[in-house]
């Protein structure tokens, strides 16, 4: 099994920033392309950011130049610094991985979500 544990959310002023954390554990033979989602209330999960294992990333329009995404391949972690956060940034975030282990196929895993609230 793989796991993927989330840190860093929290309530924060409207242009303020948070650093969300994701690391993944268990059997894990490579992993490939790690990501953010998030979801408000009311709506579908959606994509914020996605980093491949080379380094190569991508941003939902309504975040570029506010939020980066990184990663630490030598602790299987994504990070997530959101700045100049909005109160439609609100929103449970999560981490999304995708990776080989001991099975034929490559695997997809979620994170358990990680609140995000930005008061205005």
């Known amino acids: 099994q793989v796991q993927l544990v989330e840190s860093g959310g929290g309530l924060v002023q409207a242009g303020g920033s948070l650093r969300l954390s994701c690391a993944a554990s268990?059997?894990?033979?490579?992993?490939?392309?790690m990501g953010w989602y998030r979801q408000a209330p009311g709506k579908q999960r959606e994509l914020v950011a996605v980093?491949?294992?080379?380094?190569?990333?991508n941003y939902a329009d309504s975040v570029k130049g506010r939020f980066t995404i990184s990663r630490d391949n030598a602790k299987n972690t994504v990070y997530l610094q959101m700045s100049s956060l909005k109160a439609e940034d609100t929103a449970v975030y999560y981490c999304?991985?995708?990776?080989?282990?001991?099975?034929?196929?490559?695997?997809?895993?979620w994170g358990q979500g990680t609140q995000v609230t930005v008061s205005s």
């Open positions: 268990g059997r894990i033979l490579s992993l490939y392309a």
């Open positions: 999304n991985a995708n990776f080989r282990d001991s099975g034929p196929l490559p695997r997809t895993s």
């Open positions: 980093i491949t294992s080379g380094g190569t990333t």
